[in-house]
């Protein structure tokens, strides 16, 4: 088992999930980061009480829910949604759902699972937008 970064506990702390590729050179790491505009901010905070320095290169902002999975993500669950996998009773078995991408199920598990995550928290923190409630862990 690899030991956590204190990069990614401060993702983690933010809110933030980490995603990857991410390019290592020279001592820095970039990556490409997609997040709610209230979860990216509160991203400095945890790098400066980590202690990690960082610079931000780009912030762009998009109003498309797309840019909340990674292709991979988006691929698997317009497929999922496609074959009935998320019907009840279900049409697609996990098993077939991976057959398809030709992984295996404990793959496939983990990329739906990431995505339904992201999909989930995504609608919480509108929600509490919305209604100014919060939602940390108690």
């Not at 669950?77 to 496609?82: D, G, L, N, P, T």
């Not at 995550?117 to 923190?125: D, L, N, S």
């Amino acid at each position: 088992m690899i030991p956590e970064t204190e990069s990614n506990r401060a993702l983690r702390a933010s809110g933030n999930l980490p995603t990857f590729p991410a390019h290592l050179q020279d001592g820095w790491l970039s990556a490409e980061h997609t997040a709610s505009f209230e979860r990216l901010s509160e991203l400095p905070a945890e790098l400066a009480t980590a202690n990690i320095p960082y610079q931000i290169q780009t912030i762009a902002q998009t109003h498309a829910l797309s840019g909340l999975l990674t292709d991979r993500q988006q691929e698997c669950i317009i497929e999922a949604v496609k074959r009935g996998y998320y019907d009840s009773p279900r049409q697609c078995t996990l098993t077939e759902l991976a057959d398809t991408f030709n992984v295996n199920k404990s793959a496939a598990s983990g990329v739906i699972h990431r995505a339904e995550g992201r999909i989930i928290k995504e609608f919480v923190a509108e929600l509490t937008r919305k209604s100014g409630q919060d939602t940390e862990p108690e």
